[in-house]
């Protein structure tokens, strides 16, 4: 069975149960997890930024340190900061120009281009080149806000600190049912994206996703594997289509920067879902599907990335593999070679490896240098895109 044959037999499973939940409404299964579900670490030190939601709908994989973790604080102080991750990820942040990084979320955050604007101030990037559309192409008549505006927040600051002469584009769905997202996906590559970033998902669920609209030759979509450890790996970051980014915990110690797996970093086998060829050195007695995750980068919540958003109270400190998909996503446009990309395949190319990271820690799969937790490892330079 096909990724997209599975997909539609999933749809026509939900309508024949009248299960409103896969189109985004509130009815749960019985037996299926209807939300995020974090790790006892991670859970002890931030919690969700956005709403939780029912099995096959999306939601975002923000997550905001709690403030008893994180006090009060502006800049760089509240955690990592732009120079930090272009250091370590030894980023050419003079590229980028000219490309196109589409954000893809839920509802609106109406102060998103202030917000950004104090980022960039804050940090020294420059004036961004920033425009927002609805999921039909406007730059008016945004939807009404989803809880979803540290997401929103987060995704185009973590675009900035990789590539700061990206061009950004935020198209903003009605909602997050898989309709709406799926229509905003769409519209992205309508408006000349040549990489689209998804900081949200349905966790171990085809539900929210259509993987008809993530497969535009040309275009590299690019995913979050979630937060809520092993096994729940789901769409849109489990279609082959897909870079499926997972989490690292960056830390600094003076000028000195380490990375280990993030003990938050949803991976696994995606049961049901074709093995790409690219992944055939992955045993079929380990998996016998497709693998996630394929790379990573910064997730950690000790002490996260500095973010700012106006309308949800101004800087703080966020986490989540929700910050590396972005920051993936400029990295891409670094390279300026998205239209020559095919998902994650990129990171299974032996000759690329050198220049990935080598992530440290343990995992419930390792071969080499690659683990279902982090991938092949976090970017180190361009040369792996």
């Excluded at 604007?117 to 020294?124: A, H, K, N, V």
């Excluded at 996630?292 to 101004?314: I, K, L, M, T």
Aim: charged share 15%.
């Amino acid at each position: 069975m096909t990724l997209k044959t599975l997909y539609a037999s999933i749809v026509g499973i939900c309508a024949s149960l009248a299960l409103a939940a896969c189109a985004g409404n509130s009815s749960v299964p019985s037996g299926v997890q209807s939300s995020q579900t974090l790790s006892a670490g991670v859970a002890r030190v931030a919690h969700s930024a956005c709403p939780q939601v029912a099995f096959g709908k999306a939601t975002c994989y923000a997550l905001k340190v709690d403030k008893g973790v994180q006090p009060l604080c502006t800049g760089a102080t509240c955690g990592l900061a732009p120079i930090d991750m272009e250091t370590r990820y030894k980023l050419p942040i003079t590229k980028g120009s000219g490309q196109i990084v589409a954000i893809i979320d839920a509802g609106d955050n109406p102060s998103v281009a202030t917000s950004l604007s104090t980022y960039r101030t804050q940090f020294g990037l420059g004036t961004a080149n920033f425009k927002k559309y609805n999921q039909s192409g406007q730059q008016s008549n945004y939807p009404t806000y989803t809880g979803w505006s540290v997401e929103i927040a987060l995704d185009v600051e973590m675009v900035s600190a990789a590539c700061p002469l990206c061009t950004i584009y935020l198209v903003e769905a009605n909602s997050s049912s898989s309709s709406d997202l799926n229509t905003a996906e769409l519209e992205a590559v309508k408006l000349g994206a040549h990489i689209t970033s998804n900081s949200w998902g349905c966790y171990g669920s085809l539900g929210c996703a259509d993987p008809n609209d993530f497969d535009t030759k040309g275009v590299t979509y690019v995913a979050a594997s979630g937060d809520s450890g092993a096994g729940d790996v789901g769409a849109p970051a489990v279609f082959d289509s897909v870079a499926a980014i997972g989490g690292t915990q960056l830390t600094k110690s003076g000028s000195t920067y380490s990375e280990s797996i993030w003990n938050g970093s949803t991976y696994g086998c995606a049961t049901g879902i074709t093995k790409p060829t690219w992944q055939k050195i992955i045993p079929d007695s380990v998996c016998a599907y497709r693998v996630a995750d394929d790379a990573s980068a910064e997730a950690g919540c000790s002490p996260g990335v500095a973010v700012y958003d106006q309308f949800d109270g101004g800087w703080g400190s966020v986490c989540g593999t929700s910050a590396a998909s972005p920051m993936v996503a400029g990295i891409f446009a670094l390279a300026g070679n998205a239209t020559k990309q095919h998902g994650g395949q990129t990171f299974w190319k032996a000759k690329h490896h050198k220049h990935l990271w080598n992530i440290s820690g343990s995992c419930t799969y390792r071969q080499g240098k690659y683990t279902e937790c982090a991938g092949w490892g976090s970017p180190k330079g361009i040369g792996a895109l």
